[in-house]
């Protein structure tokens, strides 16, 4: 796993790292000479003799401030990525690392039973032998007085027969009367007292033989005593490990393990069933109170084990999947007693609630080194998505409903209405001024944001920028749809569904429109994004760096790209129906035609050089737009201007568009003369 993550780091570019030389990557895929050149640079890592402090200094020398910086920002990178490729492929294999840690203890089990038949069988056949050269002594009548002799010094037992003797009742009393303690020490000590017997041939074989069968099954009894008093449920912590550490101590340390794990599981199990959501309303109560409950366990659990156990690698491991079932039982029943209904509600605020807690809980646990954040996050992204898809289309029915009702005047924002001033509250005359929807809009998306802003770590940043782009392209179709000639596009028609709005009938309405979508997507939308973006930020903490926040920038860039592009699409066809009004009349006829400008010549001595009639209405139309422009777009000036020049060169565009005029010019029946021909050319020089 470790070799996986240095394989990682190594994949990476060196930059000024200073660790190798620039053309040392480079070089590495070139062929066999490249791979040996390489080998021989790293032989310097390889000596008894490197010094990490000297090379470094070496390699440092030449490099400016900025650059060990940046250097040692890289390598804080590295490290991290590495540490998180590491743990990642250690979950990976939790499941198989236990599975072989179990049948690695189940094989010892049986080489030990093995081992005691072996030793058994050879007793036993030492203690036949040993029969077997007694009855084939031969024994005189003049033995019979030393016979006599040995029979009464044998009468008086050793210190070790007597001790022989005496264990069984000893140890008896100490399991009856729970003495833990005194009956493992009890053990360990005839263990040592059957192998120096059996060195020294203190003790019978047979003695031996049954002094093992004793040690043996009284082992048995004391870790089965030991084994149901931890299932106990009134088995206090401390008393659980006791007897966790006493199995340990009889040789079972992963039944040991198992059953710790076992009791922690029975009391979660109990809190749980008496952890009830009260109502739907009480969604963020009840998750805080299961999260109490649940991750407080867990951290019980991870007290025991690291102290009974320690570091074990099998016993973490057996504690992390624990920890990790326990976590993802944790999830279902959020999901189904909290987070479900708040995510269908579109209950945003209290799905961001519940998942905080829940993380927040986590996040105590990870400084204790068990990680469980990324399995939560897993559960409940989905219910989170829904909750998000809800608000959003909630945000765009609410904004649908008052565009119905909306008298298109800009007016500053009302009382309660929440907005993004460049000044305080308290200066009105710096307060945006929008339509009613648009002031809603406004408040309802600043709502959303602080909502969505504690469940960035679910990385919803983009599909949360990719809800609001799709709900202001919905009401800057609405805008579109508010504009008296859009009713004659189909395509506005299906687009509108059956959505009913308003229609902006005055040019000062319509240009109201222009000034909603023109303020929320370039000043409001952005600024609030930002405020996003800065929560994004914190949390990433100090160690982000430049790369992730250049992409930031871009992606930020091309999101105020596309509300621009929204707002061009208002702006298009507003021009373009304002250009349909100059060109044509009321009966649909067009105000231009060739034969006003082929008939100039014959009235030459009546002619005035002014300029034609639809220019004539385009400079009026001009100016008096211009006058409302300057009062709707105080300090966006160049939003107005850059609609008047859009105007115009609409205007321009469809003339020179219309091929039967100009075919009527050139192919017609009379010729353009000197005066009609001076006249289009300035309109074709505008």
Request: with cysteine.
């Amino acid at each position: 796993m470790a070799s996986g993550a240095a394989r990682s780091s190594r994949s990476r570019p060196a930059g000024h790292s200073g660790v190798l030389p620039a053309g040392a990557a480079a070089a590495g895929g070139v062929g066999v000479g490249a791979g040996v050149q390489l080998a021989d640079k790293l032989k310097i890592f390889k000596t008894d003799k490197f010094d990490p402090d000297s090379y470094v200094q070496s390699k440092c020398q030449t490099m400016t401030e900025k650059e060990i910086r940046h250097l040692c920002s890289y390598l804080q990178d590295l490290k991290k990525a590495s540490a998180e490729e590491m743990r990642t492929s250690v979950y990976a294999n939790y499941a198989a690392f236990i599975r072989t840690s179990k049948e690695i203890s189940e094989l010892e089990r049986e080489l030990l039973s093995i081992r005691n038949l072996l030793n058994t069988e050879s007793a036993l056949i030492h203690g036949l032998s040993e029969g077997i050269q007694i009855d084939s002594l031969i024994m005189g009548p003049e033995d019979s007085a030393e016979e006599n002799i040995s029979t009464v010094e044998y009468q008086e037992l050793s210190e070790i027969q007597k001790w022989h003797i005496d264990f069984p009742d000893k140890l008896d009393v100490l399991l009856a009367e729970r003495r833990v303690d005194e009956a493992l020490d009890a053990l360990d000590e005839a263990e040592r007292i059957a192998v120096d017997a059996e060195k020294q041939q203190t003790l019978a074989t047979a003695d031996i033989v049954a002094l093992k069968e004793i040690i043996s099954d009284n082992r048995q009894k004391l870790s089965d005593q030991l084994a149901e008093a931890a299932c106990q449920s009134s088995t206090c912590g401390i008393e659980l490990r006791a007897a966790a550490s006493a199995l340990k101590r009889l040789g079972d340390g992963p039944r040991a393990h198992s059953l710790l794990l076992s009791a922690h599981n029975q009391r979660l199990q109990s809190k749980i069933q008496t952890t009830r959501p009260s109502s739907t309303g009480h969604s963020v109560a009840y998750t805080a109170s299961l999260a109490k409950q649940v991750f407080s366990v867990i951290a019980n659990a991870l007290s025991d084990s690291m102290e009974v156990f320690g570091n074990e690698p099998s016993y973490a491991s057996e504690l992390v999947t624990w920890a990790t079932k326990q976590a993802m039982e944790f999830t279902l029943l959020v999901k189904r007693h909290a987070l479900g209904s708040c995510a269908a509600a579109g209950g945003l605020r209290a799905a961001a609630e519940c998942v905080q807690i829940a993380l927040g809980y986590t996040s105590l646990l990870e400084a204790r080194g068990l990680s469980l954040s990324a399995v939560l996050l897993k559960q409940f992204r989905p219910c989170v998505e829904q909750a998000l898809d809800s608000n959003l289309r909630r945000i765009e029915e609410s904004t649908s409903a008052l565009a119905a009702a909306d008298d298109w005047a800009l007016i500053y924002p009302p009382t309660g209405i929440r907005t993004f001033a460049r000044a305080s509250a308290g200066n009105l005359a710096l307060q945006p001024k929008l339509s009613s929807s648009a002031h809603r809009f406004n408040s309802m998306v600043q709502d959303f944001f602080e909502d969505v802003g504690p469940l960035l770590s679910l990385q919803l940043g983009g599909s949360t920028m990719d809800g609001l782009l799709k709900i202001f392209s919905t009401y800057v179709d609405l805008l579109v749809s508010a504009l008296p000639g859009s009713m004659d596009d189909e395509a506005n028609l299906e687009g509108l569904g059956n959505k009913i709005i308003r229609m902006a009938e005055t040019e000062e309405q319509q240009l109201a429109l222009l000034a909603n979508a023109s303020l929320l997507a370039e000043e409001l939308l952005p600024r609030a994004a930002m405020k996003l973006s800065s929560v994004n930020q914190a949390s990433m903490g100090s160690m982000r760096i430049r790369g992730p926040d250049k992409q930031n920038r871009a992606e930020q860039r091309e999101w105020k790209r596309k509300l621009q592009h929204m707002v061009d699409k208002l702006r298009d066809s507003f021009c373009r129906q304002h250009a349909l009004d100059l060109i044509f009349t009321e009966e649909g006829d067009t105000h231009l035609s060739a034969e006003m400008y082929i008939n100039m010549d014959n009235n030459a001595e009546e002619t005035e050089w002014v300029p034609s009639l639809i220019f004539q209405e385009l400079y009026t139309k001009l100016n008096r737009m211009a006058s409302i422009a300057a009062e709707m777009f105080v300090g966006r000036e160049r939003f107005a201007t850059l609609l008047m020049m859009r105007l115009t060169e609409t205007v321009i565009l469809w003339l020179s568009d219309d091929q039967s005029f100009w075919e009527e010019i050139e192919e017609g029946p009379r010729a353009l003369g000197p005066l009609g021909l001076q006249q289009v050319s300035s309109f074709c020089a505008s």
